[in-house]
């Protein structure tokens, strides 16, 4: 009797975690606010040069890769990327378009900043960013393309953390009806499908 209790407890305990187990978790940080303006233009998320023209980002990681990091297999549901001549040693991050700012989650090397866009033929979507050192925004706030909504971590720092996040994690959402984790939790193509935009494929299209 003992054995089963045990073996019913640790299914129950360290059962995978899947979206649909793990999204009430992220639910709290998530403000329901409507964008006050319409995200007509669109513009690379980082200032120095024309931030229109898609060369004056480096991709370092692109959407799709496979991920063995947190939940091994999981998709890559972002592209990774930096300036490609960065102005200043600390890179800062700007909203891509008009919106507001609708989920401020996790911690440390993973902080994430969630800005809630409606397009002009009215399609709500969201643009997250993640790996954020410091945020300069708050749950809530309108923004522009011009509100610096964070910055990155410099190579030193990123190194404290033992690992490589002197990037920014760029997804471009459909959804955001997993508050936030299915950026670790997605593990085919049709969650991919579901919820994200190809980034490099959105970017061509609006930031022009
Ligand atoms: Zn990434």
């Not at 299914?11 to 639910?27: C, G, M, S, V, Y």
Request: charged letters at 25%.
């Amino acid at each position: 009797m003992r054995t089963i209790i045990f073996i019913f407890l640790s299914a129950f305990l360290f059962q995978t975690p899947t979206i649909e187990t793990d999204k009430d978790r992220w639910k709290p940080y998530y403000v329901d606010t409507a964008p006050a303006k319409i995200a007509e233009k669109w513009f690379l998320p980082f200032e120095g040069g024309d931030r229109k023209n898609v060369k004056n980002i480096k991709i370092i990681s692109i959407f799709g890769d496979h991920r063995d990091s947190f939940l091994k297999g999981h998709i890559h549901t972002a592209i990774d990327v930096n300036p490609a001549k960065p102005k200043d040693k600390l890179v800062s991050v700007y909203a891509m378009a008009n919106g507001v700012v609708c989920s401020i989650h996790l911690t440390e090397n993973q902080r994430t900043v969630v800005v809630k866009h409606k397009l002009t033929n009215g399609t709500i979507m969201f643009t997250t960013y993640k790996h954020l050192k410091e945020v300069y925004v708050n749950s809530g706030q309108q923004v522009t393309e011009h509100t610096k909504l964070a910055r990155l971590f410099t190579p030193a720092e990123s190194k404290k953390y033992g690992g490589d996040y002197h990037h920014l994690h760029l997804e471009i959402r459909k959804k955001f009806d997993d508050y936030g984790c299915a950026s670790w939790l997605t593990m085919n193509k049709n969650q991919l499908n579901e919820r994200y935009y190809n980034p490099q494929i959105f970017i061509k299209e609006y930031v022009k």
